[in-house]
């Protein structure tokens, strides 16, 4: 399994937290979600770095704006 599918299936694994953290009637967002929503965008933006295509920006910016939104929650 290369670098892209691992974080393919850790942003899988981030919502499928957060998906059982609401049914449980936590309306908050998960900082346990967060992390590995954010460990999973980093693999992929090193699987680009590392392979043919060009780094995606877009993979980095929702990185730097699921950091924000830890950070913000982890603040309340």
């Known amino acids: ?8 299936v850790s942003i899988a694994v981030a919502w499928i937290i957060q998906l059982v953290a609401s049914w449980k ?7 346990a979600f967060i992390i590995v929503y954010m460990l999973g965008v980093l693999a ?4 680009d770095y590392m392979g043919t295509s060009v780094l995606s920006y877009f993979e980095l910016l929702a990185f730097i704006a699921a950091g924000i939104v830890l950070l913000k929650t982890l603040r309340k």
Do not use: Y
């Open 1 to 8: 399994m290369g670098l892209a599918q691992i974080g393919l």
């Open 25 to 31: 009637g936590n309306k908050n967002i998960s900082p």
């Open 44 to 47: 992929l933006v090193i699987a």
